[in-house]
Every structure is written in structure tokens, then in C-alpha cells.
Nanobody, 117 residues
């Protein structure tokens, strides 16, 4: 059974930092695509950062220069380092893994990030 478990969300003041983690079980990030998405109340889910199985990383325009995606294949965990946080970064953050060989997308349960002004 595939499971993605996010952690690291919380409440932080504007300008602060958080690091989100996404641990996978039942599947490996290695050889698959992965990423972070977020959804704020009343808005559609948007891309934050993605990494392809080849290691190419793409960031959403609103987080470029502030957020960094990394992956530790030994721990089968993807991270999102978020710096210089803004109130508009407030959202539920979701981890995603796209199993290339299975054409199947998996999502974590989400972790809340709240940035106060």
C-alpha cells in the first residue's frame, strides 16, 4: 500500500522559515516524479515545486528564490525548505508522487502552513 506522510507544517511569522517533509512507503521517489502543491481556502490547488525522475526541479513563480525542494533517496523522503515566508503562502501543502510506470498519482493528507503578518 502506497502512503505519503507529510510533516513540518505549523504557524510562523512573516519572514520566518519552515521545512516540510514527505516520507513515502510502499513506493520509492527514485525513478518517479514528485512535488509539492498547495491549496489556500477558496482557491484551486497550485504547483509549488516539482522534481522529475531525472532530477530536474521546477518552481512556481510565486516561490522562486524562497523555496527549495530536495530529495533524500536513502530516506525515501522529499523536503521543501521554505524561507522568507509571506502571509500569502498560507495554505494546506500536499506532497505528490507520480508513478511513471504505473501512470498513477498519489497524494499525502496535507499539512497546514499558516504565516501571520
Amino acid at each position: 500500500q502506497v502512503q505519503l506522510v507529510e510533516s513540518g507544517g505549523g504557524l510562523v511569522q512573516a519572514g520566518g522559515s519552515l521545512r516540510l517533509s514527505c516520507a513515502a512507503s510502499g513506493i520509492t521517489f527514485s525513478g518517479n516524479d514528485a512535488g509539492w502543491f498547495r491549496q489556500a481556502p477558496g482557491k484551486t490547488r497550485e504547483l509549488v515545486a516539482t522534481i522529475t525522475r531525472g532530477g530536474s526541479i521546477n518552481y512556481g513563480d510565486s516561490v522562486k528564490g524562497r523555496f527549495t525542494l530536495s530529495i533524500d533517496n536513502a530516506k525515501n523522503t522529499v523536503y521543501l525548505q521554505m524561507n522568507s515566508l509571506k502571509p500569502e503562502d498560507t495554505a494546506v501543502y500536499y506532497c505528490n508522487l507520480y508513478a511513471v510506470g504505473w501512470f498513477q498519482s498519489y497524494w499525502g493528507q496535507g499539512t497546514q502552513v499558516t504565516v501571520s503578518s
